[in-house]
């Protein structure tokens, strides 16, 4: 039995030829059509204009911009992970800074076919300074590993904020809206094939909506372009087990999508 649920084992996909294989919750749902045509052209949005309307499709009003948020010119001035990195430096920008112990960035290959979008760190995540490294890590690796047959390193891992909050508590709305722009960069950087979200926050944030995940997960949506696939989060699974099932469905989506076996 795996992490997710029992499959039968499958050979490792192929890579791509660019890269090495580069590549919290609620009961079943109506389709919920919320996305928008990936075939459609759209202007460009600024990355103010994105924390706001993440996926221009949702509809849930738009957050004012903070003023501590990041500029599209320092956005901009990041051609690359580790630049973006250094951007966000030991960043100040919002009262999560105080309680955290450093900023947890993202994870895995940089040209990572499929992006893992999660809340926010955890006691682990805080100490360690990687996103999903506690028992939900460990389940959301068994998924990538046992699941996909692909490797953590294979993949792309992150969360909406940086910092963890206090106890664990949700990212207040002026966090999300802070730190969006950031996630938002990561993911123009990795110019992934697909974006798993993980639990509501991650994508109320990328989608802006506020569609009870129940009724979000298991549907294609989209974020510029890029196939958003909402699922449960890990530590949902790890309080709920019984569904893992409806998890798993979920990544066999995205895995027929990449062209992997299943």
């Known amino acids: 039995m795996l992490g997710v649920v029992e499959v039968a084992a499958a050979p490792r996909p192929a890579p791509r030829k660019d890269s090495p294989v580069s590549s919290r919750d609620e009961a079943p749902r109506d389709p919920v059509p919320l996305h928008v045509d990936a075939s459609a052209e759209a202007p460009a949005a600024s990355p103010a204009e994105l924390v706001a309307g ?11 911009v903070p003023a501590s948020a990041p500029s599209p010119a320092e956005l901009a001035s990041a051609g690359s992970l580790d630049g973006l990195r250094g951007v966000i430096g030991d960043c100040r920008r919002c009262r999560l800074h105080g309680a955290r112990t450093q900023v947890v960035f993202g994870v895995g290959n940089p040209r990572a076919r499929v992006v893992f979008v999660g809340e926010g760190p955890g006691r682990d995540e805080d100490l360690q300074g990687e996103p999903f490294v506690g028992r939900a890590g460990q389940l959301l690796t068994d998924i990538v590993e046992k699941g996909m047959r692909l490797s953590r390193s294979d993949v792309y891992i992150c969360n909406v904020v940086k ?43 990328l989608l802006s909506t506020d569609v009870p995940i129940t009724r979000l997960r298991g549907q294609w949506q989209d974020f510029r372009g890029i196939p958003v696939m909402p699922t449960f989060h890990p530590a949902y699974l790890l309080r709920n087990p019984a569904e893992k099932k409806t998890v798993w469905q979920d990544i066999k989506l995205v895995m027929a999508r990449l062209g992997l076996p299943s």
């Open 54 to 64: 993440a996926g221009r499709g949702g509809g849930k009003a738009a957050l004012p």
């Open 163 to 205: 910092c963890r909050p206090p106890q664990n508590r949700n990212p207040e709305p002026d966090e999300v809206a802070t730190c969006s722009p950031f996630l938002f960069r990561q993911i123009e950087l990795v110019g992934p094939e697909v974006l798993v979200t993980l639990g509501k926050f991650a994508a109320h944030a």
